[in-house]
């Protein structure tokens, strides 16, 4: 998937840098908050790091699916915290985990293909569309709410999506792990996945290919959405809460991971096996900066230039494209 | 008036010129020279080096060996900025026409002219200046007009008169004509011919013959990166050119024989959409080419874009093995068997960022994995299959299209759709910037589908190649099949004067 424009000078440097970017930045900052912070290198705490980051993996996964198409989702971060706090008020309101979960996972989905659909039905930029979902989904959550976070109170959900172990592993991470396989393979060997390179570099051709470009854009906010609910149970599950805004940084730290693996945010271009280092660049950043007692501003600072950075490079990598 | 001139004075020069890219020696010691006022022709087979050669000229890259002279003085072209102030300008293969500026914001970008101390644009001004450049070219524009609405052949009449009106000394072209229709054609030989006269050196990379003799007064052959010969045109003839350019003698005779006993497979009846397609009709036989002739305009792409399901009719019906045919979309022509492979190769054809493999497998994915689950090795068979048919010169299906040259990407463009096995094929200009060597192929390839029973429609601007192709020749004007000639009898003169043809005259 190399881009090489015509007629562009020298962009080998940009490229390199671009392309080490994730795996270099990784080892950089583990290697920097082992040497400055003595809570950090030990099992532990890198065991709280990758069960805490599991909201963000699954979201960013399903991002670089939506920037691949040269699309954008704002709404994730408000999207979880709504399904978030309507988990635990159906757990509130009496009825079991596996009811909940599922409604929330059917909510999710279809809250992402209505994303979709309003971008391709209605010729409107996605941008533009998930930050109206975004700004909906915040508000019915304090609506709902009354902006007061909804305790969860059954505890083999909390057991099971938070403490439990299987293979030996933290479930969390057993579900980032087995969802990083599905992507992965829905990518690299399904026609689908095949297709959506090509909607996102150029998709009058892949329409003229036979390719439904349309119903491809409405499948990935989908799938989308169904990643968002699922982190929003694993969310819900590590607050033992549903919150209005529970996670924050959720979208900014998504979009972040997606670039810093170096796609491109005009579409055709991404990997998850680099979104999956940007992810985790960004969750020991996190994890560090908590650590180190960084004040909260100033880690959206740091994160923010990251991201600029990584853009820059991405588009120095590309060349000047007319 | 080829041949001579006083005392022709060396303009620019190269030699020595050597560059590598990650597994292509696109350039060994190639050397190219041009005189002021002349049209020096560069020809050479796809991949043989051209492109890149003026890329180095224009400063867009480094060579990694050799000189650059110009008058005589040896110079360092650091850019394209640098280029331009030597007086080098070039349109490149690629267009860079911005679709959703005005022409004039396209012509004069750059040199926008503005009041207040360049505060203020002065829109007024800016189109009047773009409308007396277009004029004076005579080339029949609107400023005003969106380019995004114009043709690809209009689109390079911009560009074209982007860099003249700069006032070049050197104005290199490549493959100005590719995508030209025949009264555009004229407007740009005399454009070049003005320009020339003016004492600009122009260079001029082509491949089609007919130009070349008509037009220029040197030529100079790459082959493989390497020079291989340069001379006035006057001394050298046909034959001897694609001998030096291909290394061997390359057959070029009529094929066509128009039998009236072949199998009817797809009919089409009074087709009509919008003003372009007013009630066409033809029919297209198993086994046999249909070359389709017609200006630009006329309808032929509109015509194939419609068989083809881009597109659906107002009014009209087609048949298809004696089913009637609707398509509504693009996957139900291809299911039915019905390929397009559209003119328009860097727009419509390709996805230029993806590898060889995956633009030749997109749109037989469906057929390949019944249950939606391939794997990229079989991808890469299967596009490595097709990329040796079609003789594709490529380090591998792994590689971007977009490092590929221009030949070898229609041949990609080609070698996707005959990939879905289809019955009836339907080819846009399919040599578009394709030498004679793999033209021939290409030929080759046509007449070998048709002899396996498919139906082919090959829509085409070159007269010769339709001559060449087709079994019958069927000609479009003004959005109606004016008539069709056996291509047996045909000739360019009698294609022409169909394609003149009248709406009146055709609406029987
Ligand atoms: N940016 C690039 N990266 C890698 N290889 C390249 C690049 N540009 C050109 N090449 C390779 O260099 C060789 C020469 O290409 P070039 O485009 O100069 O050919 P050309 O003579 O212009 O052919 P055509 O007639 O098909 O346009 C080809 O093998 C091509 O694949
Ligand atoms: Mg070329």
């Known amino acids: 998937m190399t881009r090489a424009a015509p007629g562009v000078r020298g962009p080998g440097l940009a490229r390199l840098i671009r392309d080490l970017l994730p795996y270099a930045g990784l080892l950089g900052v583990i290697v920097f908050f082992a040497l400055s912070s003595e809570y950090f290198l030990n099992l532990r705490n890198f065991e709280r790091l990758v069960t805490d980051s599991a909201t963000l993996m699954l979201v960013a996964f399903g991002m670089t699916m939506v920037i691949l198409l040269g699309e954008i989702d704002l709404s994730v971060g408000a999207v979880v915290s709504l399904l978030a706090v309507i988990l635990a008020q159906i757990m509130e309101a009496g009825a079991g985990w596996p009811l909940a979960v599922a409604a929330v996972l059917a909510l999710g989905i279809l809250i992402g293909a209505l994303n979709g659909a309003l971008t391709v039905l209605g010729d409107i930029p996605s941008f533009i569309v998930t930050l109206g979902v975004m700004a909906i989904a915040t508000g019915l959550a304090y609506v709902f709410t009354g902006a007061i976070s909804i305790a969860i109170m059954s505890e083999p959900f909390l057991v099971l999506f938070y403490d439990a172990r299987a293979l030996g592993l933290p479930v969390p991470l057993l579900i980032v792990a087995v969802t990083f396989i599905a992507c992965l393979a829905f990518l690299d060997r399904t026609v689908a996945g095949r297709e959506l390179f090509a909607v996102g570099a150029n998709a009058d051709a892949a329409r003229l290919s036979g390719v439904p470009v349309r119903r491809r854009k409405i499948m990935v906010f989908a799938i989308m959405g169904g990643l968002v609910a699922m982190a929003a149970v694993l969310s819900a599950a590590r607050l033992g809460s549903g919150a209005p805004a529970s996670v924050p940084a959720l979208t900014l730290d998504a979009i972040a991971a997606v670039i810093i693996g170096g796609a491109s945010l005009f579409g055709g271009r991404a990997s998850l096996l680099r979104t999956l280092m940007g992810a985790a660049l960004i969750a020991v950043l996190n994890n560090g900066m908590v650590l180190m007692n960084v004040n909260i501003d100033l880690q959206y600072v740091v994160k923010g230039m990251i991201i600029l950075l990584a853009v820059v490079l991405e588009r120095l990598a590309s060349g000047a494209r007319s | ?508």
């Open chain 2, 1 to 508: 008036m080829p041949g001579w001139r006083k005392v022709p004075r060396v303009l620019l020069e190269l030699s020595h010129i050597t560059k590598r890219f990650p597994g292509v020696l696109a350039l060994d010691d190639a050397r190219f020279a041009l005189a002021a006022g002349e049209v020096h022709a560069l020809m050479g087979e796809n991949g043989a080096g051209k492109s890149t050669l003026m890329k180095i000229a224009s400063g867009l890259f480094q060579p990694d060996a050799g000189e650059i002279r110009i008058d005589g003085r040896a110079v360092r072209l650091s850019g394209p900025a640098s280029a331009k102030a030597a007086g080098i300008h070039t349109v490149f293969q690629e267009l860079t026409v911005l679709p959703n500026r005005s022409v004039a914001e396209n012509l004069m970008i750059g040199r926008e002219p503005v009041r207040a101390g360049g505060l203020w644009l002065d829109r007024g001004a800016l189109i009047r200046a773009a409308q007396r450049i277009l004029d004076d070219l005579g080339i029949p524009l609107e400023a005003t007009a969106p380019a995004g609405r114009l043709s690809t052949g209009q689109r390079q009449m911009v560009e074209i008169a982007r860099a003249s009106a700069q006032i070049p000394r050197v104005l290199i072209l490549d493959e100005p004509t590719s995508s030209l229709g025949r009264a555009e054609e004229e407007l740009l030989f005399s454009l070049v011919r003005r320009l020339s006269e003016r004492g600009v050196g122009i260079i001029y990379i082509t491949h089609r013959m007919s130009e070349v003799f008509a037009l220029s007064d040197r030529i100079t052959v790459l082959r493989d990166g390497r020079y291989v010969l340069s001379g006035a045109t006057a001394d050298l003839d046909r034959t001897a050119l694609i001998r030096a350019m291909v290394g061997r003698d390359v057959a070029e005779d009529r094929h066509g024989t128009a039998d009236d006993d072949l199998p009817v497979v797809l009919e089409v009846e009074r087709l009509a959409r919008g003003t372009a397609v007013r009630g066409a009709s033809l029919s297209l036989k198993a086994g046999e080419v249909l070359g389709m002739a017609g200006l630009m305009g006329a309808g032929r792409t509109e015509l194939a874009r419609l068989i083809a399901g881009i597109d659906r009719p107002d009014s009209g019906g087609m048949t298809l093995f004696g089913k009637p045919y609707a398509p509504a979309g693009i996957g139900e022509a291809l299911a039915r068997g019905v390929a397009y492979a559209s003119e328009d190769r860097k727009r419509l054809g390709l996805v230029l960022p993806l590898s060889v493999a995956d633009n030749i497998a997109l749109p037989s994915l469906r057929r390949l994995a019944p249950l939606g689950v391939i794997g990229p090795n079989r991808i890469a068979g299967f596009a490595r299959d097709w990329m040796e048919r079609l003789g594709v010169r490529a380090a591998g299906p792994g590689v971007a299209v977009d490092t590929l040259s221009g030949g070898n990407q229609q041949k990609v463009a080609l070698a996707k759709w005959l990939a879905t096995a289809p019955r009836v094929i339907l080819l846009d200009e399919p040599t578009r910037g394709v030498d004679v060597g793999a033209k021939a192929e290409i030929y080759a390839l046509i007449r070998q589908l048709a002899t396996d029973g498919a139906a082919i429609l090959a829509i085409s601007s070159e007269l010769p190649e339709l001559l060449q192709i087709s079994d019958r020749i069927a000609v479009m004007a003004q959005g109606r099949v004016a008539g069709i000639l056996p291509a047996e009898t045909a000739t360019e003169e009698s294609l022409l004067d169909l394609s003149f043809t009248e709406a009146a005259e055709t609406a029987a």
